[in-house]
């Protein structure tokens, strides 16, 4: 199957929106952080994303993305095809043209298994992936993770109380 890190890469990036989303706007430094995915990639996927109005930005301070739409209705498919990800199974990438400029012998077999593939990614909500315990789980641990890495940077000053910095 072919499903490159553009595709995989924005269904990370949409779920961890989603896992976040509760508490206000979600930085893409904070989705970069706990993905590792860099905040580049990210800028790329989210300005399509946005594009395709399965995303809004929040400016400001305390900015960022937040989903467009409540996570039962966008699907894992919604966001592959936003990011001009196909997927494909074929050889020909849906083409017809996998032996010699013509249709192979396996053609129709691989493109119906891409055609049940899109089809099973249609039926599957950002909402449906958000509420499994497995998801969650992993989540947690990213978030722990996080906070973790946070607490061990910068100054001996952030980890004093208040009343012993003045």
């Given at each position: 199957?072919?499903?490159?890190?553009k595709?995989?890469?924005?269904?990370?990036?949409?779920?961890?929106?989603?896992?976040?989303?509760?508490?206000?706007?979600?930085?893409?430094?904070?989705?970069?952080?706990r993905?590792?995915?860099?905040?580049?990639?990210?800028?790329?996927?989210?300005?399509?994303?946005?594009?395709?109005d399965?995303?809004s930005?929040?400016?400001?301070?305390?900015?960022?993305?937040?989903?467009?739409?409540?996570?039962?209705?966008?699907?894992?498919?919604?966001?592959?095809?936003?990011v001009?990800?196909?997927?494909?199974?074929t050889r020909c990438?849906?083409?017809?043209?996998?032996?010699?400029?013509?249709?192979?012998?396996?053609?129709?077999?691989?493109?119906d298994?891409?055609?049940?593939?899109?089809n099973?990614?249609?039926?599957?909500?950002?909402?449906?992936?958000?509420?499994?315990?497995?998801?969650?789980?992993?989540?947690?641990?990213?978030?722990?993770?996080?906070?973790?890495?946070?607490?061990?940077?910068?100054?001996?000053?952030?980890?004093?109380?208040?009343?012993?910095?003045?």
């Amino acid at each position: 199957m072919k499903l490159t890190t553009k595709g995989r890469y924005a269904v990370t990036a949409m779920l961890d929106l989603a896992l976040h989303a509760q508490t206000g706007p979600v930085s893409l430094a904070d989705i970069s952080e706990r993905q590792g995915i860099s905040i580049s990639y990210l800028e790329q996927l989210f300005s399509k994303l946005r594009k395709n109005d399965l995303v809004s930005s929040v400016r400001g301070p305390g900015g960022g993305y937040r989903l467009s739409r409540a996570g039962n209705q966008i699907f894992v498919a919604q966001i592959i095809d936003a990011v001009d990800e196909k997927v494909d199974v074929t050889r020909c990438l849906g083409s017809g043209n996998c032996q010699d400029g013509e249709t192979c012998l396996t053609h129709d077999l691989w493109q119906d298994l891409s055609d049940q593939l899109h089809n099973f990614l249609s039926q599957i909500s950002v909402q449906s992936l958000v509420e499994r315990a497995e998801i969650r789980k992993v989540a947690d641990r990213q978030d722990k993770y996080q906070s973790e890495r946070g607490r061990n940077k910068g100054h001996d000053a952030d980890r004093l109380p208040l009343s012993e910095i003045n």
